[in-house]
């Protein structure tokens, strides 16, 4: 049973003001676009390495949740320490499920057409969404309170202490993969294989003992999502991840794709977009204006916000 | 093949001789059979884009979808003015079914237009997460339009599809696609998927072979759709989704890009499995994903690609 | 007087000597024992027959067939696995008791995948290939409505199950409803927030995918405006959405006297959760679509207080429905009856019911019975099946009290 979530004491509904209802969407958006920022990561990551869409990346991030949900069983409820355990606990499944994945199914693939290994990813998203369905049940169930959480208000503005941790272990995440990828050995090999696969070999990288790392960051990334996401909105089942893979999918484009701060960035706008829509009229239209921000992108600014534009030589 | 208008003009006569036979089947396996035909129509009007053209598109349920509503809403709204209380007779109301399949299909065929114009810099995995995004916002256009029933649908759309139309329109397309794939003309199609920039450089014009490709393959997609509405009776936003789009393009991968019988028969075979693992239904989409990935592994030029030598993809 | 058994034992010494004989004698072991065959059968028929008398009432003779078809796989899977749960509890109990018309009853189901478009192959399959007397399904009521057509064709009976959209029983005179329609619903909140609650001015909140949120939005939206009552704010969703802090902080400042949510559960808790948190503290109502155990899971304090309607509860105290959630948690491992489980259980002994009055099992004449039933004492409530092929049943307002739904009061439009 979830006992948190009560009205704080001191708010004020009376003081809402539109500059308040403003800072209020805001900061729903913001909370949204930190999530999606955390699963855009895992996709630009792939992307940049190894030049494909990882369909299957919102299923590593579902089974994170689940992760999450029965493993809490098992951890003293709102205390942060359980919380950690939890979230460290669903980062290492994933990573492992993600790296699992990659030697399976993509690795055999590599050197084929990228169509070839699109079709196998969107095969094992739809094995990992079935199978979830069959054995954890379709019913959506409680994510439990792994974390202390509480209601902070400021005037008629409210947050709630799940966004915060959103916000960040988002933002700590983002950091920790910029100084992998820029300040060690590994991250070095991660961006001398993205830039050219066969020189980096011929320096000595051993690929695909990077490709795997890269799978398990960045499904370590998107369990770390998954628990941050059932946190805010408890109720989990095995297609949960379908829209919010699609729309970090659009946020890595926005940003730019191969670009970790351009997915932060992407992630971050599209959260903020998407909830002001949503509290208009046209709230109907959002997934529609998702879709219409990538198309837009892909047009006139194909290398999104941060991206750089590569020529194809021929 | 020499002389293909024949073969049109005995593939219609042999759907007009099973159609008249059809009483005599059981009507579910007449039901297997007209699905079938519909997904062979999808599949190959998909072929022409992704297959010979190399344009990877995953949105092709949204022009089905297109065809469904505007065939629905013409039989719906139009047919009663049109055909009066009683219904017509049957001739009536055939004439009346073609040319809402016809509109259907006028309509897709537009809409490919609309989105093949502003995918044509788009390459690879790009085109196809656009043509996906058209497609859910056709399908989110669909949801939120009152007049066409919004998210409950269409539905007591008459069942004018009878197994002569459906096979009737599969031969077309068939006819339609291969003739067209084949002919001096049609030869800018496969340059255009092999090397767009050596077509460009012997002076041929990619932008029309890649637009004339949409639209063709959104045309049939459409009339597929209005054969579906008239068939299911009912049809509703949610059922052209993403994930229709994908069963389409595993039938067009697993036939073999650019392989029009193996197209044909992976839509065979992927419309009767389903039905066959019917008795482990809970397992039934379990076992389809672990096949997809497995022929990717295992064959990915297709599993009815009977061509020598490594096949193009 | 020689017992029965040294009768028997003699026999079969005699028996087992005449086949040493013909071993020894190289005789065929069958052709011996086929010149004792028929005493023997018999000696032993008359051994056994006395120990058979106690399941005399087990039903024999060709099953009736019974289908069913809804989502088992697919997005929808919940209600669909949940149905088919409280229709085989119920054709478990009735083949125990001895079945229809001294027939056992058989379960065909087909499951749709939450897809458009399966139910109609799976309802010609259960006809035509299965042949079954009768259809139960769908949930939804698109997927009802795509089936219907073909069942009134075929001229066998359908009862849908949870579809409340008025447009299912009007294909034909051989569909039914086992629930009652969203115009009946939006009644009874509309009539219960202006009466009860005493609200002026409310907050609609509609699922646009969901057709029956958005036919029980448009009732309840007509229904208390008729009343003199004001929509202050009309927000959307979609169902599968998790995050509802937008719609609600648009509404928040508008100050509605009453919420209501006509979508599912899921939704439901958590916008009760997100309004709380966001310091809305008014009531919310909702419908039947709220009927689940985890509205308290999810929604926990955020739902005190809420009502919704429904036809009945599990929490009710009454005997049969204490009784039947007792059977249903032992049959299923614990798992707590929801709505739709009730309302499949309850369309089989309402087809059962018909049956036995009609005396056959199929054809126009159980269609008949089926329309008159009347006052059928189901789980559900006490249904009648009315006029329009819609069951009549009433509705009742429950509230989450200490983290259980309980009966708040009774509402007839």
Known sequence: MRAHHLPPESLNPQLSTPLSEFLQQLLNGLSLGAIYALIALGYTMVYGVLRFINFAHSDVFMVGSFIGYYLGKHVPESTVWGGLVILLAAMLGCALLGMIIERLAYRPLRGAATLNVLITAIGVSLLLEYSGQVFFGATPRTFPAV???????????????????????????????????????IGTAMRAVSLNPKAAQLV????????????????????????????????IDPLMGVMPGLKAFVAAVLGGIGNIPGAALGGLLLGTVETFVNGSQWSTYKDAIAFAILIIILLFRPAGLLGKFTVEKV | MPKPHLYLLAALLAALGISHF????????????????????????????????????????????????LAAAVSLFLGPKLLGAEGGTALQQGGM?????????????????????????????????????????????????????????LNGIPAYTTIFWVLAFVALSVFVVSC?????????????????????????????????????????AGTAGGLYGHFKMTITPTGFDFTKSVEIVVMVIMGGMGNTLGVVLAAILLTLLPELLRPIAEYRMIIYSLLLIILMLVRPQGLFNFKLGKAKT | ?????????????????????????????????????????????????????????????????????????????????????????????????GGVLGRPLAYLVEDIQSKQGESATAVKKLISRDKVVAVIGANASANSLEAAPICQNSKIPMMAISSTNPRVTEVGDYIFRICFIDPFQGAVLSKFAATTLKAKRIALLTAVNSPYSVGLSDV??????????????????????????AQLTAIRPLKPDVIAVTGFYAEAALICLQARALGIDVPFIGGDGWEAPQLIELGGKAVEGTYYSTYFSAENDAPEVRAYTQRYLTRWNNEVPEGVSALGYDAVYLIAAAMTKAGTTAGPKLRDAIAATKNFPGVTGNTTIDAKRNSAKAAVMLTVKNGRSVFFESVTP
């Open chain 2, 180 to 220: 067209l794939v084949n002919s001096t003309y049609g030869r800018g199609f496969l340059a255009t998927h092999d090397d767009e920039i050596a077509s460009e450089a012997v002076g041929l014009n990619t932008t029309h072979y890649k637009i004339v490709a949409f639209v063709i393959g959104a045309f049939f």
């Open chain 3, 1 to 97: 007087m020689i017992s029965l058994p040294s009768f028997v034992g003699a026999r079969l010494v005699r028996a087992l000597l005449v086949i040493a004989r013909s071993a020894a004698t190289r005789q065929s072991l069958y052709s011996a024992a086929a010149r004792f065959a028929p005493r023997f059968l018999l000696l032993s028929l008359s051994v056994l027959l006395p120990h058979s008398a106690s399941a005399a009432s087990a039903p024999s003779g060709d099953p009736i067939k019974l289908g069913h078809y809804g989502s088992l796989t697919g997005k929808d899977a919940a209600f669909g696995v949940a149905t088919r749960k409280g229709v085989l509890l119920a054709i478990e109990e009735i083949n125990a008791k």
């Open chain 2, 22 to 69: 059809s009483d005599r089947i059981d009507p579910y396996h007449l039901d297997v059979l007209t699905g079938i035909g519909i997904n062979i129509i999808l599949a190959v009007s998909l072929n022409l884009v992704n297959g010979y053209t190399g344009q990877f598109s995953l949105g092709h349920a949204g022009f089905m979808s297109v065809g469904a509503y």
């Open chain 1, 147 to 185: 974390f202390p959480s509480a209601n902070y208000s400021f005037g008629s503005l409210v947050i709630s202490s799940n966004q915060i941790l959103v916000i960040v272990v988002a933002a700590l995440l983002m950091v920790a993969l910029q100084l992998i990828v820029y300040r060690t050995k």
């Open chain 1, 204 to 235: 000595g990288v051993n690929n695909d003992v990077v490709i795997s790392f890269t799978f398990g960051l960045g499904s370590a990334l998107a369990g770390a999502g998954g628990i941050l996401y059932a946190l805010n909105y408890p109720s």
């Open chain 2, 97 to 153: 079914f073609l040319a809402a399949l016809v509109a259907g299909g006028l309509g897709a065929a537009f809409a490919g237009l609309v989105v093949g114009v502003p995918s044509l810099r788009l390459k690879g995995d790009y085109l196809a997460l656009v043509t996906l995004g058209f497609g859910e916002i056709i399908r989110v256009i669909f949801q939120n339009v009152e007049f066409l029933g919004g998210a409950l649908g």
């Open chain 3, 220 to 245: 309840l939206r007509q229904d208390f405006t008729a009343r003199g009552g004001e929509i202050v704010a009309a927000q959307k969703y979609n169902e599968g959405e998790k995050d509802f802090r």
